[in-house]
């Protein structure tokens, strides 16, 4: 009996905090921008990305809204005044569920030699799933400046390389070659090394220091047309 009360109780508890929840959903947060289909045909509308459903909503001028999936878009962005920078979003390869290759969405958070995207963490356990309503994952600025949201990945040679294994599979094989530079920005600027952030910092700066070798390389080897 004191087993069927308490599940009585608690279903009325988790009823009581979800009708509430359920009548005042958000509504989509739409941004003007462009997404390119597979077929390279070019859509600029009002977008609107759901970062649970991994879908983007297209409103068109007449007022219609389509629905696409990454089987249908090969990349989608907009200028986010919030953040004063232009985000994009690209479909690659993922291998997330170690039994076959999928195609997802994820956002581009930086560019260089060393490319970060990032993707959602997925919500888990029954009370998290049952509060987590897939409208709440809509993107808005107070989610997409979080670092907490999202899992990190280095995009090399069509792998995805996580953070969470930064040293092992990004510092070492693709970083070394700046080991003593970044070893020294490190000290010098306290940046915590354990942290996503400061393993993000040093993939800014590492980008940073193979894109100014680049320019240096690029203007010895001009040549100079004599008069």
Known sequence: MKIRYFLLLLST????????VQAALPKPVWQRGQLTLWD??????????????ET??????NGQVRT????????FGWFDF??????TFKVLASDETKTAIRHSFFEVCMDGSLVVVRKLKKPHGLFKRAFSHP??????PEMAQSLDYF???????????????????????????YDKVLQHYIEVHNINDRALLGRLLLIDRYNTLVEQDAKTASARNRVVAPE
């Open 13 to 20: 508890v988790v009823l009581f905090c979800v009708l509430p």
């Open 40 to 53: 390279k045909t070019l859509l600029e509308g009002d977008l609107s990305y759901n970062w649970l459903m």
């Open 56 to 61: 983007v909503l297209f409103r068109q001028p």
């Open 68 to 75: 696409f999936s990454s089987n249908q878009v090969s990349d």
């Open 82 to 87: 919030s953040n004063h920078t232009y985000r």
């Open 135 to 140: 409208t709440y994952f809509t993107d808005q």
């Open 151 to 177: 899992n990190y990945y280095v995009y090399d040679a069509g792998h995805l390389l996580t953070l969470d294994r930064f040293y092992l599979d990004i510092y070492h094989p693709l970083m070394r070659a």
